[in-house]
């Protein structure tokens, strides 16, 4: 019988491919244990069944009885030795050894006494059990067939007559167990194709759970560096450039610039302290948390104008509502997305442009498609070739992009650089 252990051509020397007869085995071998478990059983209770029949049913002289009881015992040991073993590994060497046995001693059983003939119910479903793949089962059967045939005809003193009536049923006996075994066969053929299949699942399962974890893992790893690129690292910088100045006037003994500076130099440092914290914490970004897009962005131009000297123009119209309600977009995940471009641009135009000013618009469209804009715009030298493809603003366009909206960078009309962002009202993406 062909189990859910095995895979096809397990018995004949064929391969089922790498590893697969293992994983099946795997999945299933717990509930075969099991079961072999309960056919040791059965074997044993027919045997000493059969046994108990032949010395009650009388039919059989001493000598013919203990020749029956040999037989027995030679196969209760045949199947300790070789069948029980088989059963669990499917090690078909020790399967074909123990069906030599089987044959044999069930052959010379019977030819003792004709209660003997039950053993043939745990024979034929010992060959069907142990033997792959089904033809060799088939094969044994008729030989198991045959050999208790001229063994009831040797009860008889081996005539023609008697070996001529006791072929038919045993024909139909063969044929009986034949066909019931074929049956039994393909049912567990089915299940060792739903088991490989329910592998296979798992498996596939696993391989997507993988795949998703680890896509999970560097999108989190590319928004950690925007975040840490957008506001640690740009307030950084700021720190530097303006301890750079303090120094600097410190030794042309300007002790207000150098003051002024540092205090500069402090509220950066703060303000870099409360980012990391909420980037630890997973909360909305500090200028965001209780204010509006518009107060954010006039604090970051206020901040920007001390750090720089730089003046800054801010034009904000219709968005006044708090970020944590919905803000400018009315989403605020698009609020962070503008708040994170005018960083990037204000931070684009620190490192590059030598503007003498900059000015940011925004503002709120209400035509069919309604939508929040917003204008980063300075006088300075523009952005250098190839900046476009930069970490800074390749991250803005993804940011941008998450939500719905649209980005584009060119150059302003009277020089310098044009940063706008268009992001929907609705909101886009959380």
């Not at 997507?208 to 893992?217: K, M, P, Y």
């Not at 750079?244 to 540092?262: H, I, K, M, P, V």
């Not at 131009?301 to 803000?327: N, Q, S, Y």
């Not at 209400?366 to 970490?391: C, I, K, W």
Request: charged letters at 20%.
């Amino acid at each position: 019988m062909t189990t859910a252990d095995d895979a096809p051509g397990a018995g004949d020397g064929t391969a089922a491919g790498p590893g697969a007869d293992d994983e099946v085995a795997r999945v299933t071998s717990d509930p075969w244990d099991r079961q072999v478990v309960w056919w040791d059983v059965g074997f044993v209770l027919i045997v000493l069944l059969t046994a108990s029949a032949m010395a009650l049913g009388g039919g059989t002289d001493a000598r013919g009885l203990w020749t029956a009881y040999a037989a027995m015992a030679v196969m209760l040991v045949g199947y300790a030795v070789w069948g029980a073993p088989a059963a669990r590994s499917r090690d078909q060497r020790r399967a074909l050894a123990y069906t030599v046995v089987l044959v044999a001693t069930t052959a010379v059983a019977v030819a003792q006494g004709g209660l003997a003939t039950f053993l043939l119910f745990a024979s034929f479903t010992q060959l069907w059990m142990l033997l792959e793949p089904p033809r060799r089962a088939v094969v044994a059967s008729v030989a198991l067939g045959v050999a208790t045939t001229f063994a009831i005809a040797a009860q008889q003193g081996f005539d023609v007559p008697t070996l001529i009536e006791a072929a038919p049923q045993m024909g139909i006996a063969i044929a009986f167990s034949v066909l019931l075994g074929l049956w039994f066969a393909a049912t567990m053929r089915r299940s060792e194709e739903r088991a490989r299949l329910l592998h296979e699942l798992r498996r596939a399962q696993a391989e997507l759970a993988e795949s998703h974890h680890a896509a999970g893992v560097t999108a989190e790893r590319e928004r950690i560096a925007r975040e840490i690129h957008d506001t640690l690292a740009q307030g950084f910088t700021s720190v530097v450039t303006q301890a750079q100045a303090a120094t600097a006037a410190l030794d042309r003994g300007e002790q207000d610039r150098a003051r002024e500076r540092l205090v500069v130099v402090e509220q950066t440092a703060r303000d870099n302290l409360a980012e990391a914290r909420a980037l630890v914490a997973a909360f909305a970004p500090v200028p965001l948390q209780g204010s509006t897009l518009a107060e954010a962005l006039r604090r970051l131009a206020d901040r920007f104008t001390a750090e720089t000297g730089t003046p800054v123009l801010l034009d904000v119209a219709g968005a006044t509502a708090p970020a944590r309600a919905g803000g400018a977009t009315g989403h605020a995940a698009a609020d962070v997305v503008l708040l994170r471009a005018a960083q990037e641009a204000l931070a684009n135009v620190r490192r590059h442009a030598g503007a003498r000013s900059v000015t940011i618009r925004l503002t709120r469209d209400g035509g069919g498609a309604p939508d929040v804009r917003l204008e980063v715009t300075d006088d300075g030298r523009g952005l250098p070739p190839g900046q476009v493809d930069g970490l800074g603003l390749a991250g803005m366009r993804e940011r941008v992009s998450a939500v719905g909206g649209t980005l584009a960078v060119e150059p302003g009309e009277g020089g310098g650089t044009r940063v706008e962002v268009h992001v929907p009202v609705s909101g886009g993406a959380a």
